[in-house]
């Protein structure tokens, strides 16, 4: 008989995913931001030393850590392509449904043949109560809870709302330093945090067809 492996929840350490943030098994707290990039190759030489200082004094202003994560996957062309095509369908000038044509097989030859990637950036923001006992672990954060099973956790409404207060300054900090370097973030909410962990658990499948 084969031997039974361990479900993938026993190696993550997430407890549950409330209004957008992460709740930890051991009382911490996460939020993930999106954020946008630069292209510095098509800033002159100045602007870029400009941008980079910028972002160094961002960096030094910071109390407390964070994690900047970069996500590289291949394209899905598909949904594309399927759009071209409707659209060519619905076009009435012989001469522009000819060049659709051309360009959709263009397209659909092109990343057949080249690895089209898209990448995002991502900022995880971390906060932890100070009363969080290291030895303790979610006691102190976690005053009352039942575990109704390895996964669920019932968490206080009051301490978590808290902690939460004290991680939206973090994101605050965040958001107003990125933003003097050109970056704009947003937070990621409950329905698009669940997608990012399930398509990083789960790569090559869609959220929706599991």
């Known amino acids: 008989m084969a031997p039974v492996g361990k479900p993938t929840q026993n ?19 996460r939020a993930i931001l999106l954020a946008t990039s630069i292209n510095l190759s098509l800033k002159s030489a100045d602007e870029q030393i400009a941008v980079l ?16 994560v970069i996500q590289s996957r291949r394209r899905d ?14 076009q009435s000038e012989p ?14 030859a092109f990343s057949e043949q080249t690895n089209i990637m898209e990448k995002s ?9 100070t009363n969080l006992s ?13 575990k109704k099973n390895m996964n669920e956790t019932k968490i ?18 965040i958001s107003q330093g990125l933003s003097r370097v050109g970056v704009r973030t947003a937070m990621l909410g409950s329905e698009e945090v ?13 959220l929706s067809s599991a």
């Open 134 to 146: 290291p030895g303790k672990g979610l006691s102190g954060f976690i005053s009352s809870f039942q």
């Open 194 to 206: 669940v997608e990012l962990f399930y398509k990083i658990f789960n790569p090559g499948e869609d």
């Open 53 to 68: 200082l910028q972002f160094q004094n961002f960096l030094n202003t910071l109390e407390f850590s964070t994690q900047i």
């Open 11 to 29: 190696f993550i350490t997430i407890s549950e995913v409330r209004d957008g943030v992460i709740v930890l098994k051991e009382g911490g707290l």
């Open 121 to 129: 950036f991502f900022i995880v923001v971390p906060f932890t109560p």
């Open 95 to 108: 001469l522009l449904k000819i060049q659709t044509k051309e360009y959709i097989e263009f397209i659909r």
């Open 77 to 90: 062309m598909r949904p594309y392509l399927n759009t071209l095509e409707l659209r060519m369908k619905d």
């Open 156 to 173: 206080d409404s009051v301490q978590f709302e808290e902690a939460r207060s004290q991680l939206e300054q973090r994101i605050a900090v």
